[in-house]
């Protein structure tokens, strides 16, 4: 009766520069993914199950700030101006450079340029990968992986909550 609550479909949220060749490249190959055969070297695979959300601006300062806690590792502590910054000619240097998500989002929303792209984010896993078409890659093979059944699956998101359990 309540099986609709069982399953948690994963989210991936890109967000896109068209004028971003890899962003480009990564919001092809999400596409693909999902409406094609995942991996497309193999056509008798079925595509990816997942949502696809495209936005053309820049994530908002807590989508950032939770962006962040996605890549940092328990071992090591990520600054937000190495992850979201890009070496554009016009990206602030030295003293300059934005240290705060608020800062660097301000920044991103003037200057699209300033910022790496694209920002890809499983939402569901708690995984994000930024600028980097390979990072994007990785997130769909481990989808694939869990589709296949060669990952085990995660109990906390199979199972339901609360009092249906």
Do not use: C
């Not at 962003?23 to 055969?37: D, E, H, N």
């Not at 300062?61 to 070496?87: C, G, K, M």
């Amino acid at each position: 009766m309540f099986s609709a609550f069982r399953r948690v479909a994963t989210e991936l949220t890109i967000f896109h520069n068209p004028s971003s060749p890899p962003s480009q490249k990564a919001l092809t190959l999400l596409r693909s993914a999902v409406s094609g055969p995942f991996p497309p070297e193999k056509p008798s695979s079925p595509p990816l199950d997942y949502k696809l959300e495209v936005v053309e601006a820049v994530p908002t300062r807590d989508q950032l700030r939770t962006i962040v806690s996605f890549v940092e590792s328990p071992q090591q502590h990520v600054s937000a101006s190495s992850l979201f910054l890009s070496a554009h000619p016009s990206t602030p240097t030295g003293s300059e450079t934005p240290q705060s998500v608020s800062a660097i989002q301000e920044l991103g929303t003037k200057n699209p340029n300033a910022l790496k792209w694209p920002i890809v984010v499983d939402w569901t896993a708690g995984k994000a990968s930024i600028g980097d078409v390979e990072g994007v890659k990785s997130m769909l093979e481990v989808l694939r992986k869990r589709r296949d059944g060669e990952l085990p699956k995660d109990d906390n998101v199979d199972q339901p909550k609360g009092w249906f359990s």
